[in-house]
């Protein structure tokens, strides 16, 4: 996750509730219901604590000098999605095996070389210019004074749920179970230079941003924090109300139905001092209107230091964390109507 803060402008609707809104507002809540609750289930199953390990112990490992923007490792890890995807059968949005969105040089500061951002996709097969993207930087701080920074947590976490959720979905689409919606899988270089390759994105979508029904970001979820070292079954829910209480209650639901951790919304506190809302990818996207979670363990001991690596993370916590998103993201692709968005 960066380091830079940005000052959010982004304002949580309707805080002043009339009956009528209350009754409003109770009524979409009620209606949001997992039909299919067992077939939720049996692709949420396929994420495994133990594939998720696999992952994050490849992504983090020395090989790829610390994915750092521009440079060779990170080149080399793009390159490790690509062939996972593959591998996988899930395809590219673009044509002839082609995973990357080139960022260009210019796009960077004189320092950086030009990167990519890597997508996978899966078609909706009722509603497909819809699309949820769900999205994870793949980019950390490379090697500062001889020292690998690995980046197991930050963002090797995140990088590995998608690949995760991207097979359990992919495994549904196979059985005849294909999300109604599209679903846009996209790695994100350069986060840890500014937030960079999802700013890039927004201004060359792939697809549509007026198509774009929401943003689900994962950056760091493998980890507990000093905060919740004895009760470690958490995740901190950041933006998921500030521009559709849908997501909200969507969000709310999945956890309840499937995953019972506790959402602490502690740092989704407008006033929030460490600005977490504007310091990862999401903030693009919500700047462009779309409505986004961010999902967070907090920061850690080892957050941005070259101690952050693959043996330190709790991996079957990480996989119930998969899980929720991948809950969450099956209910956005397959619900009856688009999400919506809060009227002013």
Request: hydrophobic share 35%; aromatic share 12%; with cysteine.
């Amino acid at each position: 996750m960066k380091l830079f803060i940005f000052t959010s402008v982004l304002s949580i609707v309707g805080s002043c509730a009339t009956k009528k809104y209350s009754e409003r507002i109770e009524d979409l809540k009620n209606s949001i219901v997992f039909e299919d609750r067992q077939t939720v289930e049996q692709y949420a199953s396929t994420i495994t604590s133990q594939e998720l390990m696999d992952y994050v112990y490849e992504l983090s490992s020395d090989q790829y000098q610390g994915r750092k923007t521009g440079e060779t490792g990170l080149k080399e890890a793009a390159n490790y999605l690509k062939d996972y995807y593959i591998a996988q059968g899930i395809p590219s949005p673009f044509s002839n095996q082609n995973y990357f969105q080139p960022v260009p040089k210019s796009f960077f500061t004189d320092s950086l070389n030009s990167s990519q951002n890597v997508v996978a996709y899966i078609e909706g097969n009722k509603h497909p210019k819809e699309t949820i993207i769900i999205t994870a930087h793949l980019d950390h701080e490379g090697v500062e004074n001889g020292e690998i920074y690995n980046g197991a947590d930050d963002n090797a976490s995140g990088t590995a749920a998608l690949m995760e959720m991207a097979e359990a979905f992919n495994e549904a689409q196979k059985n005849g179970n294909g999300p109604k919606r599209s679903i846009l899988f996209l790695h994100l270089t350069g986060e840890e230079e500014g937030l960079l390759g999802s700013k890039f994105y927004v201004e060359h979508p792939i697809v549509p941003l007026k198509k774009t029904i929401a943003n689900l970001n994962i950056d760091m979820i493998g980890r507990v924090d000093e905060t919740h070292t004895d009760k470690p079954n958490y995740v901190y829910v950041i933006g998921a109300d500030r521009l559709s209480k849908e997501l909200y209650f969507i969000s709310e639901t999945a956890n309840t139905t499937f995953s019972q951790l506790e959402l602490d919304y502690r740092f989704n506190d407008k006033n929030d001092t460490n600005h977490y809302f504007s310091r990862s990818d999401q903030y693009n996207f919500a700047q462009a209107g779309i409505p986004v979670i961010f999902y967070f363990n907090g920061e850690h001991e080892d957050y941005h230091k070259p101690t952050d690596t693959a043996e330190k993370l709790n991996y079957p916590l990480l996989a119930k964390r998969t899980q929720l998103i991948f809950a969450t993201a099956w209910y956005l692709a397959n619900s009856k109507h688009k999400l919506t968005l809060d009227q002013e």
